[in-house]
């Protein structure tokens, strides 16, 4: 007799009963597959608690409502990265300000331009903008030798409650100190709000 195993990973929830359901839609699908008498051999493992899994998406979900994205920015790397080359350029001989007045002229004349182009609002470009800029990234090298920053997984099975926690204290900083604090009052008042989202007040 042949036996075909399938590997696959599902998390489960234990309910006050004592059953394991599952957690997401698709470990629930990935359940209902399967037919009455199928025998599902697990390896057992404790993971985040998935509470608090869904507080940090309605952190992300109310900076997501909050956000309003338009075009014709200029990114302080992108700032950056050319006055430090008009200072290189100045040494090579050239009037600094004048140089620098050019690049400011470049600069807006590139806003200006992005301004125009359409901007779509995309929750997996933002949540992967956010963990970034909370410091959780991976830096790739590109074929045509450009270092990107990759946000790093969040999956239950990537990432234990107190890496977790770091996370969230740090994409609430991010989101607080870009989008969040020009409509709440203080960081008590998102906390609410997120805490709102939940259904615990």
């Known amino acids: 007799?042949?036996?075909?195993?399938?590997?696959?990973?599902?998390?489960?929830?234990?309910?006050?009963?004592?059953?394991?359901?599952?957690?997401?839609?698709d470990d629930k699908n990935f359940i209902?597959?399967?037919?009455?008498?199928?025998?599902?051999?697990?390896?057992?493992?404790?993971?985040?608690?998935?509470?608090?899994?869904?507080?940090?998406?309605?952190?992300?979900?109310?900076?997501?409502d909050y956000w309003n994205p338009t075009g014709g920015t200029v990114s302080p790397a992108e700032r950056g990265l050319l006055m430090r080359f008009v200072r290189m350029l100045s040494q090579y001989g050239g009037e600094q300000q004048t140089q620098q007045d050019m690049a400011s002229g470049y600069l807006e004349h590139l806003s200006a331009h992005r301004a125009q182009l359409e901007t779509e609002k995309s929750f997996e470009a933002y949540r992967k903008w956010v963990i970034v800029e909370a410091g959780w990234y991976d830096q790739v090298v590109l074929p045509n030798g450009s270092i990107r920053r990759e946000a790093k997984s969040i999956r239950f099975a990537k990432m234990d409650d107190v890496e977790f926690s770091e996370l969230y204290q740090a994409s609430f900083g991010v989101l607080w100190s870009s989008i969040l604090?020009?409509?709440?009052?203080?960081?008590?008042?998102?906390?609410?709000?997120?805490?709102?989202?939940?259904?615990?007040?």
């Open 1 to 25: 007799m042949l036996f075909v195993i399938l590997m696959a990973k599902i998390a489960l929830v234990k309910t006050q009963g004592g059953a394991l359901v599952p957690l997401t839609d």
């Open 32 to 64: 209902d597959k399967k037919r009455i008498g199928t025998v599902l051999e697990c390896d057992f493992k404790t993971l985040r608690n998935p509470m608090f899994h869904r507080k940090y998406f309605a952190l992300l979900n109310l900076g997501f």
């Open 181 to 201: 604090n020009s409509y709440f009052g203080d960081e008590q008042e998102v906390e609410l709000a997120v805490n709102r989202l939940l259904g615990y007040l």
